[in-house]
C-alpha cells in the first residue's frame, strides 16, 4: 500500500459543477494537509494548507480533514475551465519537513 | 516578488553521462528543496537544506546523486552517471522559515535519458 494515495482521474467535469478530489493516507503520523495545483509543465502551486482534522474554506475552495479516517478532500464550487490542472495532495508528520505527495489527479472543466 | 529560477529548462543526455541542474530560491528564503517528479507521480522528495546544511535527504540515490547550497542561496543538483529510470522532471522549492510553511516552486527541469 502507498503512503498516499489519490484518485487518478482523469476527471471531467462541466463548467460550474462542484468537484471533490480526495486523498487517502497510512501513516496517522501526518498532521499537516496540502492541496496544491499543477498547471501542465508548470511547478506546483499551494492552495490550501491544514493542520489536524476540520475544514477550512478559501473563496471557491473547501479542504476538509478527517484524521480518524485518514482522509482528506477538496472542494472545488462553480468550478471553471482554468481550474482544470492536476491537484496534488501532501502531507506532512513534522512541521516544514519530510513531505510526501500524492500521485495527483486530473481535473478537466468543460465549457 | 521574483520566483524561484531553474535552469535548464530541458536536457537530453545519453545514460551514463552526468547532468546538473541550477537553482535560485526566492530571496530570503532560508528552506530550499529538490523533488523528482516522474511522469505521472507525484513530487518525491530528493532533498532539503536549511542554509546551508542538509535537513533531509534520505530519499536521495547519493551513490549517484548529490547536491549543495554554497552561501545558503543557490543550489546545484548532480546526476553522475545517469540512468534511463532518472528520466523526470527536477523541481526546486524555497520557503521561509516561519508560521507559513509555503513551499514555492520552480517550473521544473525536464530531464530525458536516453
Known amino acids: 500500500q502507498k503512503e498516499v494515495e489519490q484518485d487518478p482521474g482523469p476527471l471531467s467535469v462541466p463548467e460550474g459543477a462542484i468537484v471533490s478530489l480526495n486523498c487517502t493516507y497510512s501513516n496517522s503520523a501526518f498532521q499537516y494537509f496540502m492541496w496544491y495545483r499543477q498547471y501542465s509543465r508548470k511547478g506546483p502551486e499551494l492552495l490550501m494548507y491544514?493542520?489536524?482534522?476540520g475544514n477550512k474554506e478559501d473563496g471557491r475552495f473547501t479542504a476538509q480533514v478527517d484524521k480518524s479516517s485518514k482522509y482528506i478532500s477538496l472542494f472545488i464550487r462553480d468550478s471553471q475551465p482554468s481550474d482544470s490542472a492536476t491537484y496534488l495532495c501532501?502531507?506532512?508528520?513534522?512541521?516544514?519537513?519530510?513531505?510526501?505527495f500524492g500521485p495527483g489527479t486530473r481535473l478537466s472543466v468543460l465549457p | 516578488e521574483a520566483g524561484v529560477a531553474q535552469s535548464p529548462r530541458y536536457k537530453i543526455i545519453e545514460k551514463r553521462q552526468s547532468v546538473a541542474f541550477w537553482c535560485n530560491p526566492i530571496s530570503g528564503h532560508a528552506t530550499l528543496y529538490w523533488y523528482q517528479q516522474i511522469l505521472g507521480q507525484g513530487p518525491k522528495l530528493l532533498i532539503q537544506?536549511?542554509?546551508?546544511?542538509?535537513?533531509?535527504d534520505s530519499q536521495l540515490p547519493k551513490d549517484r546523486f548529490s547536491a549543495e547550497r554554497l552561501k545558503g542561496v543557490d543550489s546545484t543538483l548532480k546526476i553522475q552517471p545517469a540512468k534511463l529510470e532518472d528520466s523526470a522532471v527536477y523541481l526546486c522549492a524555497s520557503s521561509l522559515v516561519g508560521p507559513q510553511e509555503t513551499q514555492y516552486f520552480g517550473p521544473g527541469t525536464r530531464l530525458l535519458v536516453l
Open positions: 537544506f536549511q542554509n546551508n546544511g542538509v535537513v533531509d
Open positions: 501532501a502531507m506532512s508528520p513534522n512541521y516544514g519537513q519530510n513531505f510526501v
Open positions: 491544514t493542520y489536524s482534522s
